[in-house]
């Protein structure tokens, strides 16, 4: 027997409800965590999507070199964020 099969016997659940409890209850907590990181960066440019931020860096309203790297962190949170609740949804 696997350490998930006991866990799921002593708390009387099938192994599999355990294991897709668990992956979401995770991916709802990286979620939270993308998700105020992600409100962090646009309360610090007043944006709401990587879309705007472009915009306003293309308007000249922020320096390329100044916001390079939020930029890119704002972009790939943005998209890990989808990727999670790609996921939450197939649950």
């Known amino acids: 027997m696997t350490n998930l099969e006991y866990l799921a016997k ?3 659940m099938k192994p599999e409800a355990l ?3 668990s992956i979401e209850i995770f991916l709802n907590r990286k979620l ?3 998700e105020s990181e992600l409100f962090l960066i646009a309360k610090k440019y007043g944006v709401s999507s990587v879309f ?6 293309q308007e000249g309203k922020f320096h390329e070199k100044d916001t390079f790297e939020d930029y890119f ?3 790939n949170l943005e998209a890990e964020r989808d990727l999670i ?3 939450l949804e197939k649950l």
């Open 10 to 12: 002593d708390l009387h």
């Open 73 to 75: 962190t704002f972009d």
């Open 32 to 34: 939270k965590v993308i």
């Open 85 to 87: 609740m790609n996921h």
């Open 19 to 21: 294991l897709r409890e």
């Open 52 to 57: 705007e931020f472009d915009r306003m860096v």
